[in-house]
């Protein structure tokens, strides 16, 4: 049975007929203006503050972004059209996106990615994320890859950095230093926080967020190697604060475990 829970500000109370399937990405710009992505159905769910309306999507989707109402992009991938003719015997998925305006999905041209010549085993394109930035500004992320291991000089894996300039997906300009490749996960009013718990200044700095060790209490030794992972990052309203959740990687000889941690970071304003 699907069950879903809603926070009053209180206590949690169960939210009566949440839509059918599994839920999986979860975006919202408030109680009546909710989406939900069931990656397996190929749909989207959206509450308007008063019923959940299923929609299907054109593409196969990983991830879906809220610029405003009626205003929604969700990234993916398509197995059917330009540029996905077999190569050495096998299909090629590439990028995909589409846009919801508050009637329909809308489909949404992509670059496509390709290797050259000679082209790796079992090769595939998609966009894994989509971010809306506060700006109104939409970028997507994703990946041009392939079957590791079945061959000799194999080419590096292609990253896809595109961002929509209001008429067409054009590549982002580069990050500098160890915010590369990072992909975004939140924003505040001086940049962007980034997977691995990196952070972008809106000028351009790129910025490793320090943090705290385990204590020694919880078993890690003064000389383990330890790494945070973040699966959320959230800042706590009407404050400078931001919380994470996720867990600590202790790796050491002997007894290398997790710990769940969440982390607080204070961020001024």
Not at 90 to 108: C, F, I, L, N, R
Request: charged share 20%.
């Amino acid at each position: 049975m699907n069950r879903w829970a809603q926070w009053d500000g209180t206590r949690w109370s169960p939210v009566p007929n949440p839509p059918p399937g599994n839920a999986g990405e979860f975006e919202a710009t408030g109680p009546d203006d909710i989406w939900t992505l069931d990656a397996a159905k190929q749909t989207a769910q959206h509450w308007n503050g008063a019923r959940w309306t299923t929609t299907r999507l054109p593409y196969g989707t990983s991830d879906l972004a809220i610029v405003g109402p009626d205003d929604v992009w969700a990234v993916g991938s398509r197995s059917t059209g330009p540029g996905t003719e077999p190569v050495t015997g096998e299909g090629y998925s590439q990028p995909a996106s589409t846009h919801w305006d508050g009637t329909s999905w809308k489909t949404v041209d992509t670059p496509q990615a390709h290797f050259k010549d000679p082209v790796p085993p079992e090769p595939s394109a998609v966009l894994s994320q989509v971010f809306a930035l506060d700006s109104g500004e939409i970028r997507a992320y994703g990946i041009n890859t392939f079957n590791h291991g079945e061959v000799d000089n194999e080419p590096a894996d292609q990253f896809l950095r595109l961002r929509w300039d209001g008429s067409k997906w054009v590549d982002q300009e580069p990050a500098p230093g160890g915010c590369a490749l990072r992909t975004p996960v939140a924003q505040d009013d001086k940049g962007l926080f980034l997977d691995g718990n990196w952070y972008l200044t809106d000028d351009g700095t790129c910025v490793k967020i320090e943090r705290h060790r385990l204590p020694r209490s919880t078993g890690a030794r003064k000389g383990s190697n330890q790494s945070l992972w973040l699966e959320e990052i959230h800042r706590v309203p009407g404050t400078g604060e931001w919380l994470g959740a996720g867990h600590v990687q202790v790796n050491q000889s002997g007894d290398p475990f997790g710990a769940p941690v969440v982390v607080r970071l204070k961020r001024g304003g």
